[in-house]
């Protein structure tokens, strides 16, 4: 992902040549505490399944991350979870203000789509649908963070639990492999990459779930405000066994689904990431 | 424009179909309490002022209202003007809380490109272009934002406060005659409406400074957050009378722009959009 990091930083520096604070606390979050590039890297391995040179998608990927981190920028701000450690850093806005912090979210949000539009390398028809399509799921995230919130200080139950997970954490999960598939031409896919995406978005929820009781925060790098903020969880919900089980099981339909539903040239690099997403250990 | 608001409350309803809270508070500021719509008024008459029929244009016109009632509502947060007055109601925050002004904000944000994306009347190189344009002055009117903030509490110099008003509130007026020069295919005259645009945008703030001193908050339908900031105005660093005059000259060199630099079919509805800004009373 060297070669990624070095992109990002260049088209970062030329769509926002702005001086100040907000310019800099963007950058804090997307490129100077970037986080482990979960999203990027599902765009890039999807491209490489199909067989192609993976380089043509880093525009893509990195929109896909300009919109995960507004998300948390904005998630982390005082007035929702009121976040203070993200990425064993201090969050955006302890160090630029909240104020900057919600500019600079708004920046990264309208970046993601300003990337996309300038690249070089995708055709307008590319463009349009991956506009389309992280749109889409970027308003299907804030649905998810809606139901988020709406579930503070409350008892929720299963059916709920699995839809804010679908929506808040699987959309851009299914964003990016529907990115990736965008990138490579592979539009008769788009429907089952946006299935595997639900998936992989609730098995990595309850993943996080089950670190937040098993992992203390220096090794995850956070807060765990869902206590604070009486959050039902999957393994509050379920206890902890099961929601590893579930967790697994989920997993596994989403190794399913790639093997069985998509037009790949080689399903390694995508199942790679997601034996990865498995073994992760914070 | 009673059709342009039949169609952005259907485009709104199919783009967003989540129950909630959220959804909620984006209609709120979108729909039920709209404002003026002088940058929609602005795309369709720079498309009507090039011959063309305007509802081609409503996408983008719904486009750049999106930006800048996102921008509204993250404007009114407590952490930002902490503003509770807006168009004679209540802020978003007042009513849906922080957190959801917060999402509603960064949803509209979202929005935006997804309805350009999804226009059905636009083609694909119109919707680039389209997409990369607004991308492009919503984050200069970011950058204005936070020239905003760094000049809160301070006596700020001309020169830093016609920066601050060309981006923060020229970038929109520019983003909305670029949008309708796209609809109209005049790429060529992006460059010139660009900076129409700059001008009517200083001149709109130097109206809205001139207001504040000359009007009661109930004629303007919000408060006045810039004294309680201690923002310096145009009024405070000219005057009123300079002020009143310096005004008038950036309306006439739009006005002149308009007549010269353009390749229009008829200038008269954009001139005529010109004329009611300049007469407009709050």
Redesign the interface.
Same mark, same amino acid.
């Given at each position: 992902m060297h070669d990624f990091e070095a992109f990002i930083a260049k088209r970062f520096s030329a769509?926002?040549p702005?001086p100040?604070?907000? %310019?800099d606390a963007m950058a804090y979050s997307l490129l100077n505490h970037g986080g482990k590039r979960v999203r990027p890297k599902l765009v890039i391995d999807t491209v490489a399944s199909y067989g192609i040179d993976p380089s043509i998608s880093y525009d893509l990927a990195m929109a896909v991350e300009c919109?995960h981190t507004? %998300?948390l920028i904005?998630d982390d /701000?005082?007035?929702?979870d009121d976040d203070t450690l993200r990425r064993g850093v201090p969050t955006n806005h302890v160090i630029y203000?909240?104020?900057?912090a919600?500019?600079a979210?708004?920046?990264l949000?309208? /970046?993601a789509?300003?990337v996309? @539009?300038?690249s070089t390398v995708l055709n307008?028809?590319q463009?349009? @649908?991956a506009?389309?399509t992280l749109?889409?799921m970027?308003?299907g995230m804030?649905?998810g963070?809606?139901?988020d919130?709406?579930s503070e200080h409350t008892q929720i139950d299963a059916q709920t639990l699995l839809k804010l997970h679908q929506y808040k954490t699987g959309c851009l999960l299914s964003a990016a492999l529907m990115l990736g598939g965008i990138a490579s031409s592979h539009d008769e896919d788009l429907s089952a990459l946006e299935n595997i995406g639900y998936d992989l978005g609730i098995a990595f929820q309850f993943q996080d779930d089950i670190f937040d009781v098993t992992k203390d925060e220096v090794t995850l790098g956070k807060n765990n405000s869902d206590v604070r903020n009486e959050k039902s969880t999957s393994v509050s919900l379920f206890g902890l066994t099961k929601a590893k089980t579930m967790m697994q099981d989920y997993y596994d339909h989403a190794l399913d689904l790639v093997e069985t539903t998509l037009h790949l040239a080689d399903p390694k690099p995508l199942q790679d990431f997601i034996h990865a997403l498995i073994k992760r250990d914070h």
């Open positions: 769509l926002l702005y100040g604070k907000t %310019s919109i507004y %998300s904005h /701000l005082p007035c929702m203000g909240p104020d900057n919600t500019l979210g708004d920046g949000n309208t /970046l789509f300003e996309i @539009a300038t307008d028809h463009k349009v @649908a506009t389309s749109a889409r970027a308003n804030v649905y963070q809606c139901i919130l709406a």
